[in-house]
């Protein structure tokens, strides 16, 4: 199995530069893994002692953002090595407070695999959630670093639970311990003989948690939702959006909406300013208007939506209408917030467990999405307590940071 998984990766080796460029996205990754090896010679030498850290992309680097920052603290002597395989990781953060070495993930190559462990010589590897790489894992197998695995989220249905998957499964022993989601998670890792797991709940309600602590002033947003109801629809997709434009248009001044689209790019922008009219805004426009007049604000930047949700009434969390993936609902969770989502949330534990507790919706089409959006903006208490069973999950959940730090520091002294 691993010989045709070596002779696909070299074909796709051979195959990325053609497809680099026919696609924007795959080329950033072609031109960023050129520089990889040259970022390592810079940054990390022999004597360091280096955490490694790898994350697929955006939402894995979130994740683990709470246990990276407190090994930092624990281990400020540390050089940390950040990697991401994919570009909306490593575009957005290469440039962050934890460490100034961020670099893509070389293709998963014998000879990449052996320049990237000797130039980086790790402590300690921690990957998130599960990004598995057989011939770095196999690699890892045979270092003297400490290596795990934190969020794991794995269900019967992947690949290395069915009969031909089963020669994949040798690469959660790679691992010296691994750190589940769920109970189920751990169940499965438990059928196939491995031990070493700890059921320790996903490190993102401790990342939302301290969302709070940070300061979510925005004065523009204040400025423009001017003490009315607001709804914040977040990461929305076009399946979300053809949903959401019947019932703003058709919904009066006294609710104001929020719209931060998953993608920015000018052509989804322009069609969704278009559907509003003279009633829209664009945040890149909104300095030379009087915005608190009105009703629709569209985000077209990044990396406000965590704050924006500080100024939200309802949330309105996207992806769930198509088959692109739900994003993060404890975002807005936190805030207590009641959220409505689409249809398509079943792979997702934290969205099944606020929709069981009554402070989440899902909704399958216009009259569906109309029904609970007019329930939540006209019945006050009935907002206000849905958005308080959301928040006390949020705290019920916390502490998956401690529990992890706590077993990597008995590792490191081994």
């Known amino acids: 199995m691993f010989v045709i998984y070596n002779l696909f990766t070299a ?4 195959l990325l530069p053609i497809a680099g460029g026919l696609n924007s996205k795959l080329k950033k990754g072609i031109n960023g893994r050129q520089k990889t090896f040259e970022i390592l010679r810079n940054t990390i030498q022999k004597e360091d002692t280096v955490f490694w850290f790898h994350c697929a992309s955006l939402g894995e680097y979130e994740q683990g953002l ?5 090994l930092k603290i624990k281990y400020p002597e540390a050089k940390i090595v950040l ?4 570009p ?3 575009e957005i953060r290469k440039q962050n407070s934890l460490t100034s070495t961020v670099v ?7 000879s990449n695999v052996q320049k990237f462990i000797e130039a980086v010589h790790p402590k300690l590897v921690v990957f998130v959630k599960y990004d598995l790489w057989p011939n770095y894992l196999n690699a890892l197998k045979n270092h003297p670093s400490k290596v795990v695995l934190i969020s794991a989220l794995l269900r019967p249905h992947q690949y290395f639970f069915k009969f031909y998957g089963k020669a994949f499964q040798s690469l959660f022993f790679s691992f010296d311990h691994i ?4 109970i189920e998670s751990k169940k499965l890792l438990k059928t196939i003989g491995y031990e070493n797991v700890t059921e320790a709940n996903d490190t993102r309600f401790d990342r939302v948690s301290s969302q709070l602590l940070q300061n979510n002033t925005l004065d523009f947003i204040e400025d423009f939702v001017n003490d009315k109801l607001c709804l914040v629809a977040g990461s929305t997709w076009v399946e979300d959006e053809e949903l959401l434009i019947p019932f703003i248009q058709k919904t009066d001044s006294s609710t104001k909406f929020i719209i931060a689209p998953h993608s920015i790019k000018k052509q989804g922008i322009k069609r969704l300013k278009a559907a509003f009219g003279d009633n829209a805004v664009l945040f890149s426009e909104h300095d030379n208007v009087s915005i608190s007049e009105k009703q629709v604000f569209i985000v077209d930047t990044i990396g406000l939506l965590s704050k924006i949700y500080n100024y939200a009434d309802i949330a309105y969390i996207g992806g769930g209408m198509g088959s692109s993936g739900l994003h993060n609902t404890l975002e807005a969770a936190v805030f207590g917030l009641p959220i409505v989502i689409g249809k398509n949330y079943h792979k997702f534990p934290e969205a099944k467990e606020m929709l069981n507790l009554g402070g989440l919706f899902s909704v399958e089409n216009k009259k569906t999405l109309e029904k609970a959006l007019n329930k939540l903006i006209d019945d006050k208490d009935f907002r206000t307590n849905c958005g308080k069973k959301n928040k ?14 706590d077993e990597l520091m008995l590792l490191l002294k081994d």
């Open 11 to 14: 074909f796709v080796q051979l």
């Open 66 to 70: 709470p246990v990276f920052k407190a």
């Open 83 to 86: 990697s991401f395989f994919s």
């Open 88 to 90: 909306s990781g490593y």
């Open 104 to 110: 893509y993930l070389p293709l998963d190559t014998k």
């Open 179 to 182: 750190f589940t989601q769920n």
């Open 392 to 405: 006390a999950y949020i705290d019920d959940n916390k502490g998956a940071t401690t529990l992890i730090l």
